[in-house]
């Protein structure tokens, strides 16, 4: 019952994602590109198979214990999402952490795996909001920063709330062991409060920070060559409503 508890809770959060992913790109987002089924599916997915991928380099920091690890896999989801809308941003994130259990399985008996997927999220949706409903460099800019701070207090509270206390029950081993290896790296560390503020928050907003800067410097390299077609298949949408 409690596996079962776990799978469905996980289907409401995605599904929840996607629609609201899907009402943002409704309403907020002015200028829908059109984009082929199959363009649409083939650039989510090569994005998102590249985030897989780089979810296998991960960077140890020295202010958290050591299963906190930054990854760049969201780098390849945000320029995703940037192009494409919000509503391909979840679902690369949602292949992105489907191509690294076909590849490497699971460790955590997949609540990691759907936490980064969330917290993943909870960076990518508010970014690309923010970029579409005024597409530019500076809502981009803008979009990240929004995205980093969301991710940063989601992901903290996330991780008191659920996260630290389902490690520690899927690991048989009680909180204060988890606390404990945060006190060895900062002798701060004393509770689940300090561990958050000590370790995650600091680690949310790093990965936040160096995510956005080199999306930002990719994108602007990037960009020109997938829009490179924009106008031909505008022309084409025109010639078929005409």
Do not use: W
């Not at 690991?171 to 002798?187: F, H, Q, R, S, W």
């Not at 990965?207 to 490179?228: E, M």
């Amino acid at each position: 019952m409690e596996n079962l508890g776990f799978v469905l809770a996980c289907v409401a959060v995605i599904a929840a994602l996607f629609v609201l992913a899907s009402l943002a790109e409704k309403f907020l987002v002015k200028e829908r590109k059109a984009f082929s089924d199959t363009h649409y599916i083939t650039y989510t997915a090569i994005f998102a198979c590249l985030a897989g991928v780089l979810m296998f380099i991960e960077i140890p920091l020295f202010f958290a214990p050591a299963f906190y690890k930054i990854d760049l896999s969201e780098i390849p989801v945000l320029i995703c999402t940037f192009y494409l809308g919000p509503v391909a941003g979840v679902a690369a994130e949602l292949v992105k952490v489907m191509v690294k259990l076909l590849l490497k399985g699971t460790s955590t008996a997949f609540v990691g795996d759907f936490a980064n997927f969330a917290v993943g999220c909870s960076f990518v949706l508010p970014a690309s909001i923010v970029y579409h409903a005024r597409p530019g460099r500076r809502s981009a800019l803008v979009g990240m920063l929004v995205g980093t701070l969301v991710m940063t207090v989601f992901g903290s509270a996330f991780n008191a709330v659920y996260l630290l206390p389902k490690f520690a029950a899927l690991y048989g081993m009680p909180l204060e062991a988890i606390v404990g290896m945060g006190t060895k790296i900062n002798p701060a560390i004393k509770s689940v409060s300090t561990l958050v503020l000590f370790a995650v928050v600091p680690f949310n907003l790093l990965k936040g920070v160096v995510d956005s800067a080199l999306t930002f410097l990719l994108y602007k390299r990037i960009s020109p060559i997938l829009h490179r077609n924009d106008e031909k298949r505008q022309q084409r949408k025109t010639a078929k409503a005409a």
